[in-house]
């Protein structure tokens, strides 16, 4: 197989689109990480955060997540992970726990998100995002989850990340 030179097709201000070996696939522009935030509470509630997502022209629930280094360059993991836990839903972990890594779109992206366990968390704020976010923070009591994302999706027409469903299987696990 004869290899193709790897090539920029186009480049936003976070994104690129490349063709490499007859694949075409998007990166992060700063080649950044993404982190999502598995919070269970006291009361056995998982965290999520529900906000509209434009490609998809619909409402998505999802963990609270964020890119790594996104306000600076060489964040650690850790830390990218306790500030978007605080910033999208208000809650600070006093420890995190990095439980799996993976792709999150293998044949679209060379994007990776680093799945964190949020322990010993405390509600210090409201959440919501910052800046152009407006993310709304739901509560589901575990034992309840999946019948409530099922109801989620019929009565608001949205869409669950597959994110979520990855936390339950390690809650359980």
Known sequence: MKKSPRKVLAEGRYLRMVTENGWEYAERSRGLDAVAVI??????????????????KKQVLDLPAGLVGDDEDGEDLVVAAKRELEEETGYRAARMKKVFSGPTSAGLSSEVVNLFLATGIRKIGDGGGVADEAIVVHHVPLEMALPWLRRYERRAGGMVSPNVIAALALIGS
Do not use: G, K, M, S
């Open 39 to 56: 919070a269970v509470t006291d009361a056995n509630e998982l965290i999520l955060t529900e906000q509209f997502r434009v490609p998809l």
